[in-house]
């Protein structure tokens, strides 16, 4: 088992309180909290947005603690000699919000309004939000978005007012270039990536209450797979890094299998062989002359000859919504005792039976991984609400899996049978593409063959998938960005590098909305 840290935990709104209330009954004044919230922010904006020590920033404040960080954010920045102006939305309602704006004032008496304000920050409405925005705040969203218009960079601390922190619900919204996430990532970041920009999570002193044990995931990050993956030992034959059987590419659909082995060959794989179509051998073995290639596995003879030599069966990749295709995966799953991934086809034919899946898989080392309309089949329930709820329907198809779930999407949820949940939050747009999800397939076989621990491999996978998805369009462009690219970055992505940054940050994640 890994036994890996992952510091950064992903909140509801209530979730975010408790710790805050944790460290609070721990002995940290609820001030101190604020104060480094606000202190942090505003050396964060500093770092940020260079032009703003001349041009200074406009802070709207709203009336409670998102507002008290707000007026301690222009107290810092104006103590720091920026133009400092703030618009008081609603007068502070809290003893901790007075107590900011009582000591903010002194830095911002006398001090020059900026008139073409580099930053703007959103201190309107925080986790403590409840339902859409109220009408008295729409003139101020305006506000922002015009200066934005403008040219400023909008800042929004904890989040962009407007989005809900636990649903990400909410319709007119602050539109944010940067998000200054306190403590806690929220889910309503990772829910509206379009409206939070560049996303940074401040350290504000709430140390081991951050990590308090009350379920919410944890954030995959490159520390965690550094830990969970075994680098490549100098000796490593193809024996040591683990052969992979991919079981899929029915007629017409012979990319599919081809996509997964090629992810499986860009993530470390010893050896791939690809169980196809008949008709589709020759043109898998002309396309992957690197890997072995030969027909399904449908006598006892090929069957033996696959199931002797595989160390993990990949079972899905285009093989087809078919009455055959149900018949094959459910005796491979007999038959077979090992690791197993399932993806695409070879869920589609459990429709409605993620009981009768889960008494195949039995207790051994598996992954599934469905996209929310392929997890809404299987649990006979419709597409969208498995997206609106995907933290709870990963957690709950796992239990009755007995499987790990990597439920795909923005962002993807990695829910083990025991209860463990994370959250892998990499990735881009360009990944929104057909094949994208055979590329992951291959990549979390390969580490479940080399680690045998399926959580570890489907966080990890889901995370270098989506860094690659980061490193092909950072080099070029969305549009631009096509699967062959994706696949080409996981060679840097492997690298499991990450931004260096500032102590007082606890993780970072660029902005992925609205980027061409
Ligand atoms: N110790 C801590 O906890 C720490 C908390 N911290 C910070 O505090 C934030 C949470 O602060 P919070 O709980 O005071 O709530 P907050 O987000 O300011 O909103 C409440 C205000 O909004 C109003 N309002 C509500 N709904 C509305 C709507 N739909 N439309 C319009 N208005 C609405 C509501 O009005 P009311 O309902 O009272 O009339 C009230 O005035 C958190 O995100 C972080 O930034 C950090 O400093 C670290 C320490
Ligand atoms: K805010």
Redesign the pocket.
């Known amino acids: 088992m890994s036994t890996a840290v992952m510091p950064v935990r992903v909140t509801t709104a209530a979730q975010a309180?408790a710790r805050?209330a944790a460290a609070?009954a721990a002995g940290t004044p609820?001030y101190s909290?604020?104060h480094r919230?606000g202190t942090s922010a505003a050396h964060a904006i500093l770092a940020h947005v260079a032009e703003v020590r001349s041009a200074g920033a406009v802070v709207f404040c709203?009336?409670?603690?998102?507002?008290?960080?707000g007026w301690v954010v222009a107290g810092e920045l104006a103590r720091a000699g920026c133009p400092v102006s703030v618009v008081e939305v609603?007068a502070p309602?809290?003893d901790?919000a007075t107590r900011a704006k009582a000591e903010a004032l002194p830095a911002l008496a006398g001090h020059a309004e900026p008139r073409h304000p580099a930053v703007v920050v959103d201190a309107l409405?925080?986790?403590?939000?409840?339902?859409?925005?109220?009408d008295a705040?729409l003139p101020h969203v305006d506000a922002i978005a015009a200066t934005r218009a403008a040219g400023a960079t909008v800042v929004a601390?904890?989040?962009p007012s407007g989005i809900d922190a636990t649903t990400g619900a909410g319709g007119r919204c602050v539109r944010a270039d940067i998000t200054l996430a306190?403590g806690t990532l929220k889910r309503g970041h990772l829910l509206r990536r379009d409206e939070c920009g560049a996303i940074v999570c401040l350290d504000?002193g709430l140390g081991p209450h951050a990590a308090l044990d009350d379920g919410a995931p944890t954030l995959v990050d490159a520390a965690y797979v550094r830990d969970a993956v075994p680098p490549i030992p100098a000796d490593a034959h193809k024996g040591v890094r683990r052969r992979l059987g991919i079981v899929g590419g029915g007629e017409g659909m012979a990319g599919a299998p081809m996509l997964a082995a090629r992810g499986a060959m860009r993530s470390g794989v010893g050896m791939v062989q690809l169980l196809v179509a008949p008709s589709n051998v020759p043109v898998v073995q002309a396309a992957l002359p690197e890997t072995m290639a030969g027909r399904w596995p449908v006598t006892a003879e090929d069957q033996d000859r696959v199931l002797h030599w595989t160390h993990c069966l990949l079972l899905g990749p285009g093989l087809g919504r078919t009455a055959m295709t149900r018949a094959l995966v459910e005796r491979l799953l007999v038959e077979w005792k090992g690791p197993v991934v399932l993806d695409a086809d070879a869920l589609n034919v459990f429709e409605g039976e993620p009981r009768m899946l889960g008494s195949l898989l039995g207790a051994r080392p598996a992954i599934v991984t469905p996209h929310p309309v392929e997890a809404a089949r299987l649990l006979r329930r419709d597409g969208a609400s498995v997206s609106a709820e995907r933290f709870a329907v990963g957690a709950e198809l796992a239990k009755q899996l007995g499987a790990t779930v990597i439920l795909k999407g923005v962002p993807t949820v990695i829910s083990a049978p025991d209860g463990r949940v994370a959250v892998s939050a990499s990735g881009s747009p360009a990944l929104g593409t057909a094949g994208s999800g055979d590329v992951l397939a291959g990549i979390v076989a390969t580490l479940l063959a080399q680690t045998g621990d399926p959580f570890a491999s489907a966080c990890s996978a889901a995370w270098v998938h989506g860094r690659a998805g980061e490193i092909a369009v950072s080099e070029g462009s969305v549009r631009g960005t096509s699967l062959e690219d994706i696949v080409e970055a996981l060679r840097r992505a492997w690298r499991l590098d990450e931004p260096a940054h500032h102590a007082a940050v606890l993780t970072t994640l660029p902005a992925v909305g609205s980027v061409r």
């Open positions: 309180a805050d609070i609820s909290l604020m919230a709203g009336g409670g603690n998102n507002g008290g960080d609603a309602s809290t901790d409405l925080g986790t403590g939000a409840t339902g859409a925005l109220r705040l601390l904890d989040l306190f504000i």
